[in-house]
Structures are given as C-alpha cells and as structure tokens.
C-alpha cells in the first residue's frame, strides 16, 4: 500500500492556514497517554477523542473533543483537526475508523480493527496464514447457535469459552470442565457468538510487538515473557534469555506475517503461548492480537532507543520506521488499583520514596482519579546492566508493594 495523500506528516511543521501539524488518536486510555507524550516529544501537537473528561490522554493534550466514538460531529471536530489519526482503544467501532478514513490517513484501518475486534474472525485470519506464519491457534469451535454448543467435541474439553466480542483482561471468559458446565456458561453468558477453545498445559506467555509502514516495511521488537494473574498482565520479563532464540525468531516471524497478511499499518501486538507438547509449530499457539500498542510492551519507553509509541506515531505520520534497539534488560510491573489498599483495605499511597531508592526504577502513573481494585492504575519499569540485576529489583520492588506474579 502506497501512503495516502498528506503523509507524511512531518513534526514540528505548520500549514499554510496556520494549523500546527497534529496527530489523533481514537480513545483517551493510558495507551492514548503515552502516544500522546510520544507525539509531543516530536512537536506534534495531539488530539484525543474520548467521552470522558478525566481520561488520561485527554488531560495531557492540547485537544479533547469530549463525544462518543461515533458521535458525527466529534469525528467530523477530529478530522478538521488532524493530519493523521490513530486509535489506542481495540474497541472503537471500524464504522468510526471508516469515517474518518474518508478524508484523513486512519492507521490501523477499519479492516484490520475489525478482525481483532472479533475473536471467530481473528481466529480465522490465524488459521488462513497459519502456514506461513508458522504458528497454530489452540483447538477451538464457534458457538453461535444451540446446535454448534451440541455439536462441541468431547476432547475440547475442559476448555475456555470466550465471548467473540470486548474481552479484555481476561473479562468475558468462562472456564468449563464439562458439557453441562459449557451450557450453562453459554446460557449466563446470554448466548452471544462465542468461542470454545481447549484448555491448553501453558508453559509461558509471550507476545511479540511489530510495527509496519504504509510502503510494507516491518520492524520488531524481540518476544516478552507475560505473567498473568487473575487473567490480568502482572509482570512482563524484556531479556533475550527468556526465550531460545529459534522460537523467538519464529515468533516474530509469525507476528510479521500476520501483519502484512493485514496489510497492517501501525503497532500491532500479538500474543502466544507455548505449551508442552512441542509437536505443532514448535509448541508455539498464536492467542490473540491487539491492533494497538500492548500493556506488554510499555518497558520499550525505558529499555529501547525508540519505544512502541514511538513507532506508532511513526508509522501512522509515514515518517521512516527504524528497528527499535533494547539497550537493557527490563522487567515491567503492573500497578493496579489494589496497591493503593492495605490488607485492611484502607486507602495509602504506595511507598514510592522506598521504590524510587531503588536503582533504575522508572513510575509511569496513568493520572486515573481514583484508584479501584484490579484497574490499572500505572507500571514500574525496572532497568539496569544485567538481567540478574533487574531481577533482585523488581522482586524487591514487588515485595515493597505487595505485588503478585514475580515468582512465576
Ligand atoms: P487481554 O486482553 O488482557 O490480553 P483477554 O481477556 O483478551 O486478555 P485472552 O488473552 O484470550 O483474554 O486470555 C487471558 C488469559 O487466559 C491468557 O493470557 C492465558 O493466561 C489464559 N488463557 C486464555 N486462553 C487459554 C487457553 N486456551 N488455554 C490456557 N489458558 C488460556
Ligand atoms: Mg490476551
């Protein structure tokens, strides 16, 4: 694909209307946060479309146009506004993507949101490349009507039923031992489209975080190692020994062709999990992607020479997409909303002076008002010279805080 008319947008300029050249993004998240510093750091000025007035990303912009997704004059204020638009949230309707297409560059398009917005069409697009991608997804069945629920092979089971649409942080998901469980989970989950997949033996998470261009250019960032506890991401590990080099290469592999098999513009994430029995692929199943940059790769702002958001404004403004570099290892930790609660549950602010004391810690907080339990409220990036190192940190760190998931 060619760059549409207008790219790229180049930083710092200033139209012949007066109009300083500006990047949108659709959703006003944390994910829209750091696009935003990103972007600024450039000289770009930003604009954030998002409903509420307290977003993170909307109260570090220079716009806020406070609509719904699809309000027609909120995208119409976001189009006038902007020389190129992306999204931080996988949920925007495509509609509102497709919309704004017609008269600005939309990376990543309508199509490809659309795909990653539906777990059947997300699934069909892995199984359609999984030859060149070199990676298989996890046995599954659509469940769609009662005679598919019937129909569920017996060696599905135990497994997970995930509804196709708006999951997220492990919301949405039933696990299911048996046929009458599965049922049951299907009617509470008042028969939506949904996906059965197999409960799989998971050795490790990882996921892999590529950026593409508009003339097809990909470039990657090595596989994480992800933790999660209570279907929620914990603990990321970004060191080259978490994974064998020869699965991490296919693993990027397989997330390059995905992307191109998109014809993807922009940061796309992709998730695997590698299981036991190494017969497939390498033991390597492809999970889902997110057509957005990923919780799992926030540790690039610290440990890489350009970062996931960088890459995002480059892709989507066609400026050059350079190979991000990770000059240290690093280990993130999720910070979520239960940190902010003693065991008693009364509300404390987190002993940073004790956190900051220790050596290449790096807060990020989201600027969210009000902390709840399980919200992701900011990260740690821990950073230093070698990975033994990160590793004494960021379990001290965890244990300053009372945070899970640095002993798996
Ligand atoms: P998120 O958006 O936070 O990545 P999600 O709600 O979209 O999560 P998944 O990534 O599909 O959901 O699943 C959440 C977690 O549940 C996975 O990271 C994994 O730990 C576990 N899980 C999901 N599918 C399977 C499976 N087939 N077998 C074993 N574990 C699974
Ligand atoms: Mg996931």
């Not at 704004?100 to 309508?110: E, F, I, K, N």
């Not at 942080?169 to 989950?189: F, P, S, Y």
């Not at 940059?293 to 020479?305: E, F, K, L, R």
């Amino acid at each position: 694909m060619s760059a549409p008319a207008g790219l790229p947008v180049l930083p710092g300029t200033v139209s012949p209307a007066g109009q300083p050249a500006t990047l949108g993004v659709m959703g006003g998240g944390q994910l829209g946060r750091m696009f935003v510093h990103a972007a600024q750091r450039l000289g770009y000025f930003t604009a954030v479309l998002d409903a509420d007035p307290q977003s993170p990303a909307g109260r570090v912009s220079h716009h806020h146009i406070q609509t719904g997704y699809s309000d027609p004059a909120g995208l119409a204020q976001l189009a006038g506004l902007c020389a190129a638009i992306t999204t931080e949230f996988e949920n925007v309707p495509a509609g509102a993507l497709q919309t704004l297409a017609a008269s600005r560059p939309v990376a990543p398009g309508a199509a490809a949101v659309a795909i990653a917005q539906n777990r059947i069409d997300e699934k069909s697009h892995f199984t359609a490349c999984a030859e060149v991608a070199g990676a298989t997804c996890a046995p599954y069945a659509v469940i769609e009507t009662p005679a598919q629920l019937q129909a569920v092979a017996a060696d599905l089971l135990p497994g997970i039923l995930k509804t196709a649409r708006m999951g997220y942080d492990g919301k949405g998901q039933v696990r299911v031992k048996n046929a009458a469980e599965l049922a049951a989970a299907w009617a509470d989950l008042k028969q939506v489209p949904c996906v059965l997949e197999k409960l799989m033996p998971l050795r490790a998470e990882y996921s892999v975080i590529v950026a593409r261009g508009w003339d097809g250019t990909v470039v990657s960032f090595p596989p994480q190692r992800n933790v999660h506890v209570d279907g929620i991401l914990a603990v990321t590990h970004a060191y080259a020994s978490n994974m064998p080099a020869a699965q991490a290469e296919r693993a990027q592999a397989a997330t390059k062709n995905i992307a191109n098999h998109l014809n993807y513009v922009g940061v796309l994430c992709v998730e695997f999990f590698v299981v036991d029995d190494g017969s497939t692929h390498g033991g390597l199943i492809v999970n889902e992607m997110a057509p957005r940059p990923h919780n799992s790769g926030h540790y690039s702002i610290d440990a890489c020479d350009v970062s996931q958001f960088d890459l995002q404004v480059h892709a989507m403004a066609g400026l050059p997409l350079p190979a991000p570099r990770q000059h240290s290892p690093a280990i993130m930790l999720n910070l979520l909303g239960d940190v902010w609660f003693d065991a008693a549950g009364q509300a404390r602010t987190p002993d940073w002076q004790a956190v900051l004391a220790l050596p290449g810690t790096h807060l990020h907080l989201y600027g969210k008002p009000d902390a709840r339990p399980g919200r992701k409220m900011g990260h740690i990036t821990i950073t230093g010279a070698d990975v033994a190192g990160v590793l004494a940190v960021a379990r001290r760190a965890a244990e300053l805080l009372g945070l899970p998931g640095m002993d798996a």
